[in-house]
């Protein structure tokens, strides 16, 4: 499963902040960035290679491959050149 949070940060005085990638509304931003999960499936998911743990959320950065079970085909996260 790959799943979209929204993600805070915290500068060196404590402050959360919430940075943006896109801003739905006026002086509201907002970070969202995808995960995946394995939710216990029979044959795995695997991040770069790697197999997944189940049921624990891995951040998908860009340029990660991701591979569900026994399938061939391989997903490629690219960034938005329009996000910063």
Known sequence: MIQFRQVSS???????SKVIK???HAN????VRPYVIDLESTNGTTLN??????RRFFEIRTE???KFG???REYIFIKDPAVQ
């Open 10 to 16: 915290k500068n060196e005085f404590g402050d959360v």
């Open 22 to 24: 896109y801003v739905p």
């Open 28 to 31: 509201e931003v907002i970070d």
């Open 49 to 54: 290679g790697e197999n997944l743990d189940s």
């Open 64 to 66: 990660d491959m991701i």
């Open 70 to 72: 026994e399938s061939s």
